[in-house]
C-alpha cells in the first residue's frame, strides 16, 4: 500500500519557541499589519465576511526541516518564504507575458514583468475549460488568439525550464525524504485578470482519484501577488473535510462505473468538478476562516492534497494579473494517478 506524505512524516510536537512563532488569525501586527476590514475583497457573489479571513503563517527558508514538516501536519501547508531566485522568476513572469502580448491581454506600451491588464473584456481571458463551457461562452479571433497562446505557454522552452529549478527540487527531497522525485507532466499556468471569475473551491485529490493521496502540491506564483490580487488562500486545518467529502463521494459511488468513480466530473459532483463557486457560503458553512497572504516573487507554498483552497477575485489596486503554476510532485517508487503523466490540454477529462 502506498505510503501518503503525512503518513511518512515522524509527529514531534512543537517546542515553545515554535509555538510563539504561530500568530493567531485574528492578530495583525508582526505578520501582516492590515485588518482584513481594510482590504477590498471579493467573492464570485459579493464581497468576503472580513471576520472570515485570516492569515497564512510564514516559514522562512532556513527554518529547520522538523517544523516545516510539523507545520505541514498540523495545517496542510508550508509557506516557504524566498525559496526561489527571484530574478529567475520574474524572467519567467516577462517572457510568459511577452508570449502572451499578441492576445490584448496587457495595457498598451507596459513593461510585460509588469503584466499590466489592458482593460478589456475580462470573459476573453478565461482559461480555456469548463468554466468558458459553464458560462456558454463563444470565442471570437482574440479570445482564439488568447486561448492558442494560453494552451501553448505550457510546453514553451521558457515555462518548462523554470519548472525545472533544481532549488525546487532540492528542497522536495529535504522535505519529503524522497530520492527519486517526479513532476506530473500536467501543469496548470494560470494568468487572472483583475475582476474575472475566481478558483473556485476544490481540493486536489478530487482530480487525482486514480491514484493514491501521495502528491504534494506546490503552488508557485509567478511575481508579486498583493493580498488584494486574489492569490490562492485555503480553508484552515481543512484537510478533514477533504478526507470526509472524499470518503462520502467513495460510498456514494455504487451507481457509477469504474471510469467515473475516478473522475470529478461525475453525476455525483457538482458540474465542473468543484466543491462550490460560492467561497463565503462555503466557509461560513464549514464554519472555517479563509487564509490569505501576500506573495512575493520567490514564495513557493506546499499543501496536502486533501486540503481546501479557492481563490478571491484579482482587485489588485494596480490593475496587475495574477500568474501562477500548480507543479504536483510524487515519490516516483510510490503509486500515483498516471493519467497526469501527460500534458494539460482544455477538457482532458482530468
Sequence with gaps: MATTLTESFIHVPPT???????????????????????L????????????????????????????????????????????????????CRRRYFSHMAPSGLLKDG???????????????????????????????????????????????????????????????RKFTGWQD???????????????????????DQMYLRAGPPTSLTAWVPIGDASLEAGGLMYLEKSTDIGRRTEEDFRRNAGNLTDEERV??????????????????????GEDRKWLITEYEAGDVIFHDPFLVHASCKNEDPERKIRLATDLRFVDANQAYDQRWMKVWRPLDGL
Design 181 to 203: 522525485i517526479t513532476m506530473l507532466q500536467r501543469t496548470m499556468l494560470r494568468a487572472f485578470v483583475p475582476d474575472s471569475e475566481l478558483t473556485p473551491v476544490h481540493f
Design 40 to 91: 477590498n475583497l471579493k467573492s464570485n457573489f459579493g464581497p468576503m465576511i472580513p471576520e472570515q479571513i485570516g492569515y497564512l503563517q510564514p516559514t522562512a527558508i532556513d527554518t529547520p526541516v522538523e517544523i516545516m514538516r510539523e507545520r505541514f501536519l498540523r495545517n496542510g501547508y508550508v509557506f516557504v518564504k524566498g525559496l526561489l531566485p527571484k530574478d529567475r522568476v520574474l524572467d
Design 16 to 38: 515553545a519557541e515554535e509555538q510563539n512563532q504561530i500568530p493567531p488569525n485574528d492578530v495583525y501586527g508582526k505578520y501582516y499589519p492590515t485588518n482584513p476590514q481594510n
Design 263 to 284: 473522475s470529478a466530473f461525475n453525476k455525483n459532483m457538482n458540474d465542473g468538478g468543484f466543491l462550490s463557486r460560492d467561497t463565503v457560503a462555503y466557509g461560513k
Design 110 to 172: 507596459s513593461d510585460p514583468v509588469e503584466g499590466i491588464f489592458s482593460g478589456k473584456d475580462t470573459r476573453k481571458f478565461l482559461p480555456p475549460g469548463n468554466l468558458r463551457r459553464l458560462f456558454g461562452l463563444q470565442n471570437d479571433a482574440e479570445s482564439n488568439k488568447y486561448l492558442e497562446l494560453m494552451v501553448s505557454a505550457h510546453e514553451a522552452s521558457f515555462y518548462l525550464d523554470f519548472c525545472a529549478t533544481e532549488e525546487l527540487r532540492a528542497f522536495i
